[in-house]
């Protein structure tokens, strides 16, 4: 009985180490806000998930798409990463969006993008250490 809890223990302790070397993919949140994007730069790992939480009284979109907005130039999407769009967010709404390209994404909102409603993300690689 003894050697039986001794080797559950061996075996919980192996999972357990199997599990940890294994990055876990988390979800961050980003306010979308009537001031903007909150926190309007983030950083994140490759797989992550944004979830945009509009907290605004005004509609707001998430966009990072070129084609969509006025000035192509403020949407920046790394190579062979998808474009991506929530379409209009009132509040309480929420657009998640996973990133699983890495490297530097720009998206606006399309109705304040003139105003300078602009985000930022940083998706970082998991082959970078
Ligand atoms: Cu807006």
């Known amino acids: 009985m003894k050697n039986e809890m001794k080797k559950l223990g061996l075996e919980i302790t192996m999972i357990v180490g199997l599990l ?3 990055a876990q993919a988390a979800t961050v949140t980003v306010m979308v806000s009537d001031g903007g994007f909150r926190p309007n730069r983030i950083t994140i790992q490759q797989g992550d998930t944004v979830n945009f939480l509009s907290d605004a009284r005004f509609t707001h979109t998430v966009t990072a798409n070129p084609a969509l907005a006025k000035d192509p130039a403020n949407v ?3 190579m062979g990463a998808p474009t991506f769009n929530s379409g209009d967010l009132t509040k309480g709404q929420s657009f998640t969006q996973t990133f699983d390209v890495a490297g530097n ?3 606006v ?3 304040h993008e003139k ?3 602009i985000g930022q993300i ?3 690689g998991a082959d970078e250490e």
Do not use: A
Request: overall charge negative; glycine content about 16%; charged content about 5%.
């Open 20 to 22: 940890g070397g294994v």
């Open 76 to 78: 920046v999407l790394p």
């Open 105 to 107: 994404y720009q998206y």
């Open 109 to 111: 909102c399309l109705q």
């Open 115 to 117: 105003f300078g409603m």
């Open 122 to 124: 940083v998706v970082e």
